[in-house]
């Protein structure tokens, strides 16, 4: 029996588990991390819509019952594969910085760092709100059905009196202390935090979208919403203008190839190192027979932290927007310089620190390298990402967000949505890789990936997180290939974060045997990730596997910290 043989065998022996939800189909799936917003994309595909409808309506969708995460003001990266011509592209549609923004922006007048929360909620922090455009442009080249419809669900959540779910909840928790004035008159109405249980009624965010329904995508960029945006990121001490929103556009590239054990991945390029910090990881481990180990071994997580604190190093030290400074992407997955880095682990050896190798060596155009300043990674924790699947086998998985939870903590007054805090994405120390700098992509950890066998797609799977973002792919790469479990069991099971210079330790979930198996080697997780802003678990995965030997049969599973869910038809 074949790898994917087993890896297909094993999804018929799924159990229900109510933490995890997941389903089957065969003419479509949908899979987000709010449930309304799955029932928003699978509404699409029962109209006789494709992945792309069903994509776009559930990024709207989620604008109205996961603000605190995504919505009108935010950026994302979104992978589309077209079945029927074997086509795969990236459509970047990440926030730029404003034209006239300065390598010291987020420095003071005696010549320090303004600290994180402060730049985060100030106007400056704002990069040009981008998602819509991305929808636009896939709406104009892979979707069939017509704007009024794949908005529909969105406006009729935002006219409700939509649900507040337990992330509303546990968010305000952790996040109030964000929240602008207007902003707070909707979230933390008469000064009580909306909890769990609470209806939430939105009649701005409504006429938002009945604007964007009646003039189309391109009124955040030049009608009436764009006048609000402006106005309202001056009023907060920004630079942003009308010629910024206007001359912003989406880039079509084509991604970045890599493999995995014989499976093809496709994954985004720069300026999201999410692409190149999990195609570094799968080569790395790619060269080690990692199965032979229990799947909750100490030995199989300290080769997975190993791999990622290899590649996070090299990601501090070289990826940042192309455009500004070249990346040796070659060089990173260069079969030498991987076995180079490989001889820096061992399932034998301590934790310890890792630092970055020197992968211009092994890169054909070999760049004059200029020593940069490494700075901290302030990159938001939370994300979002969903994914959908057609009849046809078109996929289209997206991974969008606002940065921080809640943004900037600006609404947009009379139009009930938050601006994102994408530029304190860049490094704030000028001279630094990821420097502010004007028309500049922040760096982006964000990783929507789709994986092929013999020229067909198989699984496509992304998550929130972050930095953390590549390790919950990883990890759940490696539970399907490697360890054939099945999609929902990969999804669920337990994963570990480490910094390459172990100052941030997370896990979420090992027991208390293999943590001291673990600690044995020198790694002290910290288990109060819920400190730094995010749940504890690490990453909330979404995906969706397709059997092409099986009349295109769909696996899905939905991770289970969120309200999210898998539905196929």
């Given at each position: 029996?074949?790898?994917?043989?087993?890896?297909?065998?094993?999804?018929?022996?799924?159990?229900?588990?109510?933490?995890?939800?997941?389903?089957?189909?065969?003419?479509?799936?949908?899979?987000?991390a709010?449930?309304?917003?799955?029932?928003?994309?699978?509404?699409?595909?029962?109209?006789?819509?494709n992945?792309?409808?069903?994509?776009?309506?559930?990024?709207?969708?989620?604008?109205?019952?996961?603000?605190?995460?995504?919505?009108?003001?935010?950026?994302?990266?979104?992978?589309?594969?077209?079945?029927?011509?074997?086509?795969?592209?990236?459509?970047?549609?990440?926030?730029?910085?404003?034209?006239?923004?300065r390598?010291?922006?987020?420095?003071?007048?005696?010549?320090?760092?303004?600290?994180?929360d402060?730049?985060?909620?100030?106007?400056?922090?704002?990069?040009?709100?981008?998602?819509?455009?991305?929808?636009?442009?896939?709406?104009?080249?892979?979707?069939?059905?017509?704007?009024?419809?794949?908005?529909?669900?969105?406006?009729?959540?935002?006219?409700?009196?939509?649900?507040?779910?337990?992330?509303?909840?546990?968010?305000?928790?952790?996040?109030?202390?964000?929240?602008?004035?207007?902003?707070?008159?909707?979230?933390?109405?008469?000064?009580?935090?909306?909890?769990?249980?609470?209806?939430?009624?939105?009649?701005?965010?409504?006429k938002?979208?009945?604007?964007?329904?009646?003039?189309?995508?391109?009124?955040v960029?030049?009608?009436?919403?764009?006048d609000?945006?402006?106005?309202?990121?001056?009023?907060?001490?920004?630079?942003?203008?009308?010629?910024?929103?206007?001359?912003?556009?989406?880039?079509?590239?084509?991604?970045?190839?890599?493999?995995?054990?014989?499976?093809?991945?496709?994954?985004?390029?720069?300026?999201?190192?999410?692409?190149?910090?999990?195609?570094?990881?799968?080569?790395?481990?790619?060269?080690?027979?990692?199965?032979?180990?229990?799947?909750?071994?100490?030995?199989?997580?300290?080769?997975i932290?190993?791999?990622?604190?290899?590649?996070?190093?090299?990601?501090?030290?070289?990826?940042?927007?192309?455009?500004?400074?070249?990346?040796?992407?070659?060089?990173?997955l260069?079969?030498?310089?991987?076995?180079?880095?490989?001889?820096?682990?061992?399932?034998?050896?301590?934790?310890?620190?890792?630092?970055?190798?020197?992968?211009?060596?092994?890169?054909?155009?070999?760049?004059?390298?200029?020593?940069?300043?490494?700075?901290?990674?302030?990159?938001?924790?939370?994300?979002?990402?969903?994914?959908?699947?057609?009849?046809?086998?078109?996929?289209?998985?997206?991974?969008?967000?606002?940065?921080?939870?809640?943004?900037?903590?600006?609404?947009?007054?009379?139009?009930?949505?938050?601006?994102n805090?994408?530029?304190?994405?860049?490094?704030?120390a000028?001279?630094?890789?990821?420097?502010?700098?004007?028309?500049?992509?922040?760096?982006?950890?964000?990783?929507?990936?789709?994986?092929?066998?013999?020229?067909?797609?198989?699984?496509?799977?992304?998550?929130?997180?972050?930095?953390?973002?590549?390790?919950?792919?990883?990890?759940?790469?490696?539970?399907?290939?490697?360890?054939?479990?099945?999609?929902?069991?990969?999804?669920?099971?337990?994963?570990?974060?480490?910094?390459?210079?172990?100052?941030?330790?997370?896990?979420?979930g090992?027991?208390?045997?293999?943590?001291?198996?673990?600690?044995?080697?020198?790694?002290?997780?910290?288990?109060?990730?819920?400190?730094?802003?995010?749940?504890?678990?690490?990453?909330?995965?979404?995906?969706?596997?397709?059997?092409?030997?099986?009349?295109?049969?769909?696996?899905?599973?939905?991770?289970?910290?969120?309200?999210?869910?898998?539905?196929?038809?």
């Amino acid at each position: 029996m074949t790898n994917i043989d087993k890896i297909f065998e094993a999804q018929k022996y799924i159990e229900p588990d109510e933490e995890l939800k997941g389903d089957t189909g065969y003419y479509g799936m949908v899979a987000s991390a709010v449930e309304e917003a799955t029932d928003a994309g699978n509404e699409m595909l029962k109209k006789g819509g494709n992945a792309f409808d069903a994509m776009i309506a559930v990024q709207l969708a989620l604008a109205v019952v996961e603000g605190m995460n995504t919505g009108i003001g935010s950026g994302g990266f979104i992978l589309c594969h077209d079945f029927k011509n074997k086509d795969t592209k990236v459509v970047n549609a990440h926030p730029k910085a404003p034209a006239a923004l300065r390598p010291d922006c987020f420095i003071d007048e005696n010549g320090q760092e303004i600290p994180f929360d402060e730049r985060s909620t100030h106007g400056m922090s704002v990069g040009i709100p981008s998602i819509m455009k991305g929808l636009k442009y896939v709406h104009e080249n892979y979707a069939s059905l017509p704007l009024e419809t794949l908005i529909d669900p969105a406006i009729r959540l935002a006219e409700s009196e939509v649900r507040v779910h337990s992330l509303w909840e546990r968010t305000l928790e952790l996040f109030e202390h964000r929240l602008g004035d207007e902003a707070r008159k909707m979230f933390v109405p008469d000064g009580v935090k909306l909890k769990e249980g609470d209806r939430l009624r939105q009649p701005e965010l409504e006429k938002t979208l009945k604007t964007i329904r009646d003039n189309g995508f391109e009124d955040v960029y030049t009608g009436e919403i764009a006048d609000a945006i402006i106005d309202t990121v001056k009023a907060h001490g920004g630079i942003m203008n009308h010629q910024d929103l206007i001359n912003y556009d989406v880039r079509i590239e084509e991604p970045l190839w890599s493999s995995y054990r014989g499976y093809d991945i496709a994954l985004p390029v720069p300026p999201s190192s999410g692409g190149i910090g999990t195609a570094m990881q799968l080569k790395i481990l790619e060269q080690l027979d990692i199965s032979q180990y229990e799947a909750h071994s100490a030995e199989k997580y300290h080769l997975i932290a190993q791999a990622l604190q290899l590649a996070m190093a090299d990601d501090a030290k070289y990826i940042e927007d192309t455009n500004f400074k070249p990346a040796p992407l070659d060089g990173l997955l260069h079969e030498d310089y991987i076995k180079e880095r490989l001889g820096q682990m061992s399932a034998d050896r301590n934790a310890e620190e890792k630092t970055a190798g020197n992968p211009w060596k092994y890169q054909k155009d070999r760049h004059s390298e200029q020593e940069h300043k490494v700075s901290a990674d302030n990159e938001g924790l939370e994300t979002t990402h969903f994914t959908a699947v057609d009849q046809w086998g078109n996929i289209a998985a997206c991974t969008t967000s606002i940065e921080r939870i809640y943004g900037s903590g600006i609404m947009v007054p009379g139009y009930g949505f938050l601006l994102n805090n994408h530029l304190t994405d860049f490094s704030p120390a000028p001279g630094s890789v990821n420097e502010p700098n004007g028309n500049k992509y922040p760096k982006s950890s964000k990783s929507p990936t789709i994986m092929f066998h013999e020229g067909k797609p198989f699984l496509t799977l992304g998550s929130p997180g972050a930095a953390t973002i590549i390790a919950s792919v990883v990890q759940t790469i490696v539970n399907v290939i490697d360890y054939n479990m099945p999609i929902n069991d990969a999804i669920k099971d337990q994963r570990v974060y480490v910094m390459p210079d172990l100052s941030k330790q997370w896990e979420d979930g090992l027991d208390d045997a293999l943590l001291k198996e673990l600690s044995d080697r020198g790694y002290q997780f910290n288990q109060s990730f819920r400190e730094e802003g995010a749940d504890t678990r690490i990453g909330d995965v979404q995906a969706i596997m397709i059997d092409h030997a099986n009349d295109r049969r769909l696996y899905g599973g939905a991770d289970f910290p969120r309200p999210g869910d898998a539905k196929g038809l």
